[in-house]
């Protein structure tokens, strides 16, 4: 929700609906923190081994900023390795 710009007060609200128990958003804004670190280190990571086949696709979405709707997409990919894991 977050990398998608909804506020950190939304997401306690979205907390409290979902969850049953809301956050303040100093701790909201602290896991968006660590989870921007997480997502950096995932993206950067190495790719050791070897991939036989890549399958990838995308999906497009509508994604509402404010009052402006936008497409977004998601990437997908998917690695074989040579012994079909």
């Known amino acids: 929700m977050v990398i998608q710009g909804v506020s950190t007060r939304k997401v306690a609200e979205i907390t409290k609906k979902l969850c049953g128990t809301t956050f303040s958003k100093s701790t909201v804004s602290a896991l968006c923190s660590n989870l921007d670190d ?28 404010g009052h402006v709707v936008t497409s977004n997409s998601l990437l997908v990919a998917i690695g074989i390795d040579p012994s079909g894991r």
């Open 38 to 65: 997480q997502v950096l280190d995932f993206n950067r990571r190495p790719l050791t081994q070897k991939y036989a086949f890549v399958y990838a696709d995308t999906i497009l979405f509508k994604v509402h900023h």
